[in-house]
């Protein structure tokens, strides 16, 4: 029994010690830790791992900060638990809209951001309607995002589809649809059914009130879809799944539908241009022959691009300790350097409209030449609107419009009914 | 039987011997095979549904990306640990691993000791309200556990104890109260209270006579609880995810969630992180099979 | 000095000797019951009040009352559950899930009992294997069963392609297969059923199964009369603990389907764990009561049905 006794209080200690992670570090360095998503196999990875390691090396013997990985897919809701429990870290990167509107603001959980935008001039490079969304009524900032605009059109595989002198551009989605043959679109249904949503942004920019439909709801987000422009766009999306969906598409998450494009089981994807560095060079996802060189970059049909200015990034919780604010701040100013906004652009496309690009940065950008197709597929008619997840509430956008989707493919809703549906989720999720 | 005198007695004792030898070596009819049959083909399907999926993912586990796309059913070609060795390298599994030995088994290391004082007194002694504390104690079996998700998270933050493994293992330390009183109680109430009362007179005290005389004598119900709650706390997911959230402390269970992105192009990998999660669990249940099959069925009966 | 003399009278139950151990006998039930009084008692007294209370978890509770208004003010969450459309499926889903519980669940773990108790060859072996799925965390198990289905590298499409080439059933994605392959995670597994009924089965005296074939009864009237009239209490027990358990599913759905397709198959612990990420805990509160009282519900049916108070004997 002394054995066991022994045993009882070897346990109770270890686990005591064990569970006191101190951060406090004898050389004066602040260490923080940053839960993120851009990590691992993320695509946002190729960007942010080696920007924290610059940050890292720029202030050896400062700061440091310790990447800690969080799938895309559960950041928002494990944001909102740290916030729950009082524990955010230092840098948090958006999060769940509503909350943010609903709770962090209305709470004040947030560290006012104007000041560092005044002491550095930071207004030089930000861009002026996303700091007026991030202030609030009594003056505050309560974000700060990164200064570049990124439309979001598609990739196709030139291997597999021929345009012939056409683009994008120049097609309407029917148009486009019919070169495609026995090709396949890499749409999704599974985690937010993020591909899946930017080709119904774009069928909806096309229908008729629906651009404005788009721009119009970033704020107070859609509550009612039973509206003639969604429920046509519906329809014609409900149609490209059924005869364009690949074999996988119900049930896919984001790496599917992406490992389904890097294997030529889809010619298509809607996404954003920071998958080109998906295609550079073979990181271990190219399987079955394909080859990153053969893919094109275009708007989408329509001659759409879409982008959503309206938006949280970078906030610091006022919750943290004045230290971590400042690793916060430093954090934010460094992605903000003219080289940093450079490579983020050169690794995920966009355009910083108040910086003057530096030689270096043309010269490189031109010799990507995915990437500058990708950001020059956009001419002067093309229709710019915020995506449809951007007017979907948080709910609906991350599980409802995926989770009804595949009765949508089988047919078992009706586009009316699918928006019926949505309608009825959305006014559920709604607050009293 | 030499010593019954009784012959009426005598004839129907042989009958029922001979009976139960007949009952034992039952003749091969044709009924008798189709029943043998049946049963088999479905002991085999329960074999089947229960050992497969593992089997699978282990097999899978050793081959390559396309093999597994292209067919699920065959064998590895080789044996190739590349994906184990690049899988342990991308994540810590023994920083996880450790965290759900120390949260799960520090956790039944503990409270094993309380419940088995709890049980102790219940099947010995008698007090007021006896029956009614026992009943409610056992009545937490049937209490989902997700039920008391707010107050709990409200609680363990308000302790300061989110994201740490202390916080987990207070909460694990609740598992497993009703089982293991079923079982601990049976156990005591077998030891005859004959000891208690020879230690009594020979001026034991309450607490030694439960210590040095008692809680040895009840060891085997003690590892059958304990092993039970272990497992039970060593595979729980849900607190772990709710109430942890750095990587420092993630437990095996959690760690799968993240498997989803990280692994989502390359299947081996995927199956290989999955291999590693279940296994422990599978290797402790081979050792102490016994006492986990006993426990289940002790903690059934009295239930 | 009445109630003294009722207290008194109320001890002398109990002799002079049990009495002296009064402070040790409660002293070892202290530790156990603080557990269950801060584990259970408290977390359940606050989820029952709060269920009534606006409740966002950021800012403290608020429970409004208007008589004539109960259903927008102290009901505000139990309205607001009944009105939500996930939970009419939530409900139907429970309902054929308990009822496959009770029925094909606990019908296979009863046959698996049954078979292990004639201690067939091998029946060890089965017992062993039979038990691997309940010792490995139910989240693997999810996972696992998502790729088993899976269309491309899924052993039951693959399997089922093998007769109907074109066959592309979307397990967890498409109604009602998603249902079934929710159910398939965890009906065959009935180990718990097949040793609590194994245990009772080894409880019956050899001497009834003598007498019982002296009176030359032949095995299959043996077990309609004698075995499982005797197993009553263990299998009545297996539908409480398996019925339970479809109240508060959660991995088996949360890691396969979510809820879907559309809300085809929700469960209440999924509503809870999504009022809790919708930062609506009045309403994540009012679903665990709901969880709560139809745990207590089932176990009262099941006692009046088994008798399970009464002895078997």
């Known amino acids: ?432 | 039987m030499e010593n019954i005198t009784n012959p009426a007695l005598r004839k129907k004792l042989e009958k029922a011997g001979r009976s139960r030898l007949v009952g034992k070596k039952k003749p091969l009819t044709a009924g008798r095979i189709l029943y043998l049959f049946c049963a088999y083909v479905f002991l085999a399907f329960i074999v089947l549904v229960s050992a497969y999926p593992i089997i699978w993912v282990i097999m899978s586990s050793f081959k390559s990306n396309a093999a597994i796309l292209g067919n699920p059913f065959s064998l590895p070609d080789t044996f190739n640990l590349d994906a184990y060795l690049s899988v342990l390298n991308q994540y810590s599994f023994g920083t996880y691993a450790l965290n759900s030995l120390i949260t799960a088994g520090g956790s039944t290391v503990v409270s094993i000791i309380f419940y088995a004082m709890a049980a102790y007194v219940i099947a010995k002694y008698n007090f007021p309200l006896k029956n009614f504390i026992y009943i409610i104690l056992t009545l937490t079996l049937l209490v989902p556990g997700h039920t008391k998700t707010q107050p709990i998270f409200q609680m363990i933050m308000n302790m300061g104890l989110y994201d740490t493994r202390t916080g987990l293992w207070l909460v694990y330390l609740s598992g497993g109260i009703a089982m293991s009183l079923f079982v601990l109680k049976a156990n005591f109430a077998s030891i005859p209270m004959d000891l208690n009362e020879a230690a009594s007179i020979d001026g034991s005290g309450f607490f030694r006579t439960f210590w040095q005389i008692n809680l040895p004598l009840a060891r085997n119900g003690l590892a059958t609880a304990g092993i039970l709650m272990f497992l039970g706390n060593w595979n729980e997911y849900y607190y772990a995810a709710l109430l942890t959230s750095s990587e420092a402390n993630r437990t095996l269970p959690v760690s799968l969630s993240y498997f989803n992105q990280a692994f989502s192009y390359d299947y081996t990998r995927m199956f290989a992180a999955l291999t590693i999660v279940v296994l422990p669990g599978i290797i402790i249940y081979a050792f102490f099979q016994e006492q986990v099959t006993a426990s289940v069925a002790s903690s059934g009966v009295k239930g | 000095m009445s109630t003294v003399s009722s207290q008194s009278k109320k001890l002398r139950r109990y002799s002079l000797m049990e009495r002296r151990n009064f402070p040790w006998i409660y002293a070892f039930l202290f530790p156990t019951l603080l557990l269950f009084a801060v584990f259970y008692v408290e977390p359940i007294l606050q989820t029952f009040l709060t269920s009534f209370a606006k409740f966002n978890g950021y800012t403290t509770a608020e429970w409004s009352f208007d008589i004539h208004n109960l259903g927008g003010t102290i009901f505000r969450n139990y309205t607001k559950l009944f009105s939500m459309s996930s939970f009419p499926p939530a409900l139907r889903n429970l309902f054929w899930w308990s009822l496959i519980a009770m029925t094909l669940h606990v019908g296979i773990g009863t046959a698996v009992g049954f078979l292990l108790y004639q201690k067939l060859r091998g029946w060890k072996f089965v017992r062993i294997i039979f038990m691997v799925p309940n010792v490995i965390s139910g989240a693997a198990w999810a996972m696992i069963y998502r790729f088993m289905f899976n269309d491309d590298i899924g052993v039951i499409n693959n399997l089922l392609r093998k007769v109907n080439p074109d066959l592309h059933i979307q397990w967890f994605y498409s109604s009602p297969a998603a249902f079934w392959a929710i159910t398939f995670t965890w009906v065959f597994y009935a180990v718990i059923v097949a040793l609590v009924v194994l245990g009772d089965l080894m409880a019956i005296p050899a001497s009834l199964h003598e007498a019982c074939e002296i009176d030359g009864a032949n095995g299959f009237q043996k077990l309609i009369h004698i075995d499982l009239p005797l197993c009553r209490n263990a299998i009545g027990t297996s539908i409480l603990l398996s019925v339970t358990s479809r109240i508060a599913m959660y991995e088996n759905i949360a890691l396969t389907s979510r809820g879907g397709p559309g809300n085809d198959t929700y469960g209440l612990a999924l509503i809870l764990t999504k009022s809790i990420t919708d930062f609506n805990y009045g309403l994540a509160n009012a679903t665990a009561m709901l969880m709560f009282v139809f745990g207590i519900a089932t176990m009262q049916i099941i006692n009046k049905v088994f008798r399970m108070d009464d002895s078997v004997y």
């Open chain 1, 1 to 432: 029994m002394k054995k066991f006794l022994k045993s009882v209080s070897l346990f109770l200690i270890l686990a005591l010690l064990l569970s006191c992670v101190s951060f406090a570090s004898a050389d004066g360095v602040i260490e923080v830790t940053l839960p993120t998503y851009k990590t691992g196999e993320n695509v946002g990875a190729i960007f942010f791992e080696p920007l924290v390691e610059r940050f890292n090396a720029a202030y050896e013997g400062k700061y440091h900060i310790t990447l800690e990985e969080l799938t895309q897919d559960m950041y928002s809701d494990k944001i909102k638990q740290l916030g729950a429990a009082n524990a955010l870290p230092f840098l948090v990167e958006g999060g769940d809209s509503e909350w943010i509107k609903q709770v962090v603001i209305p709470n004040d959980m947030f560290v006012d951001l104007s000041g560092l935008i005044a002491d550095n001039n930071l207004m030089d490079i930000l861009i002026d309607s996303q700091v007026a969304y991030n202030t609030t009524e009594d003056g505050k900032v309560f974000s700060i995002c990164v200064p570049v605009t990124r439309p979001m059109g598609l990739y196709y595989n030139g291997a597999m589809i021929d345009l012939g002198d056409k683009t994008c551009a120049d097609l309407s989605w029917d148009e486009f649809a019919a070169l495609l043959g026995e090709n396949k679109i890499a749409f999704m249904t599974g985690e937010n059914a993020w591909t899946t949503q930017l080709v119904l942004g774009s069928l909806i920019a096309v229908e008729e009130g629906g651009a404005e439909l788009l721009s119009t709801h970033t704020i107070d987000k859609l509550m009612d879809y039973n509206q003639p422009c969604i429920i046509n766009a519906v329809a014609k999306l409900q149609k490209l799944m059924q005869d364009y969906g690949t074999s996988n598409q119900v049930g896919a998450v984001y790496a599917d539908a992406a490992n389904a494009f890097m294997s030529k089981n889809a010619a298509v994807i809607a996404n954003g241009s920071w998958m080109v560095g998906d295609f550079l060079e073979d990181g271990g996802k190219w399987s079955n022959g394909f080859d990153g060189a053969t893919v094109r970059g275009d708007v989408l049909p329509g001659n759409v691009a879409l982008a959503n200015n309206d938006g949280y990034q970078y906030w610091i919780p006022a919750s943290v300790s004045a230290e971590q604010q400042e690793v916060g701040k430093a954090f934010i100013l460094f992605t903000l350097q003219p080289e940093n906004l450079e490579a983020y652009m050169l690794a995920e496309g966009g355009v910083a409209p108040k910086l003057t690009p530096s030689e270096e940065y043309v010269a490189a950008a031109s010799e990507n030449k995915l990437l500058y197709e990708y950001v020059n597929a956009v001419n002067a008619d093309t229709i710019i609107v915020p995506n449809a997840g951007d007017i979907m509430t948080s709910s609906i956008g991350n599980t409802e419009f995926g989770n009804l989707l595949p009765l949508l493919i089988s047919g078992q809703l009706t586009p009316e009914a699918f928006c019926q549906q949505l309608t009825a989720l959305a006014q559920e999720t709604a607050l009293d």
